[in-house]
């Protein structure tokens, strides 16, 4: 098994623990805690969708198009708040919200399952300059996934300190 497909796993792993918990969470939490970066929960689940569909996009565009990729960086300059304020996920069902969380993140790992390895060398030019390979951005999903729900957790337990 390569590295990418224990990064699924662990992955889907989480996505099925998570599923219950983000559901429990009371609404006044949901809405009105917020981490470092002033984001709420549904904030923060909103930017995961996001983070989701970007890379999605990233990774086709890298394996069929000339290296280094230039496409847009939406995490950088602040755009990514950008992103959160547009589609306004603050007023977003949850429900709703939660499931496009899970099936976003579902088919970027059906994407990742079919990426062309002749294509991992493959770079994008990201929005501070520096080239990533397509190996690394795969690889390094995982950590920006658990670093987001990291922050929801502490969210969800800032009352029981």
Request: aromatic fraction near 10%.
């Amino acid at each position: 098994m390569d590295d990418f497909e224990i990064n699924n796993r662990i992955l889907l792993e989480l996505i099925d623990e998570w599923i219950p918990v983000l559901f429990s969470i009371p609404e006044e939490v949901v809405l009105n805690r917020r981490n470092n970066q002033n984001r709420t929960i549904k904030q923060i689940v909103g930017h995961l969708v996001d983070s989701a569909s970007n890379n999605t996009h990233r990774i086709i565009h890298m394996q069929y198009q000339s290296s280094p990729l230039i496409f847009p960086d939406y995490a950088t300059h602040g755009n990514n708040d950008r992103w959160i304020a547009i589609q306004n996920y603050q007023a977003e069902n949850w429900s709703d919200l939660i499931y496009h969380w899970k099936y976003s993140h579902l088919h970027l790992i059906h994407v990742i399952r079919n990426v062309n390895r002749k294509g991992l060398d493959n770079e994008w030019i990201s929005g501070t300059g520096e080239k990533i390979a397509l190996r690394i951005m795969i690889s390094d999903y995982l950590r920006h996934f658990k670093l987001h729900m990291g922050e929801i957790s502490a969210l969800i337990n800032s009352d029981k300190n």
